[in-house]
Nanobody
Framework: QVRLVESGGGLVQAGGSLRLSCAAS????????MAWFRQAPGKEREFVAA????????IYGDSVKGRFTISRDNAKNTVYLQMNSLKPEDTAVYYC??????????????????WGQGTQVTVSS
């Protein structure tokens, strides 16, 4: 059974940093795209970042470009999201996701097949 477990969320002041981790278990995803999405209260789920199987290809949502960095460690079956210069509008539940299709790189939630339970990130002003 595939399981994705996020960690690293919490409360931080504006301008601060957090590093999220998402560990996958149940199978190896070394050939699959991994991504982060977020959802704030009352809003739709928003694409944050995605990384291809090799780690060389990455894409970011416009609101986080230049502040967030996605990376992965295939040996650990884990994807990370380094978040710097956090703003109150970054407050949301952050979800990691994995696409079943190999060698893709997309920003649509429907392209991803496995999802974690989410971790809360709260940025105070």
């Amino acid at each position: 059974q595939v399981r994705l477990v996020e960690s690293g969320g919490g409360l931080v002041q504006a301008g601060g940093s957090l590093r999220l981790s998402c560990a996958a278990s149940g199978r190896t995803f070394s050939r699959n795209t991994m991504a982060w999405f977020r959802q704030a209260p009352g809003k739709e789920r928003e694409f944050v970042a995605a990384i291809n199987w090799s780690g060389v290809g990455t894409i970011y949502g416009d609101s986080v470009k230049g502040r967030f960095t996605i990376s992965r460690d295939n040996a650990k079956n884990t994807v990370y999201l380094q978040m710097n210069s956090l703003k109150p509008e970054d407050t949301a539940v952050y979800y990691c996701a994995v696409a079943e299709a190999a060698y893709t790189l997309g920003n649509m939630a429907r392209e991803y097949d496995y999802w974690g339970q989410g971790t809360q990130v709260t940025v105070s002003s």
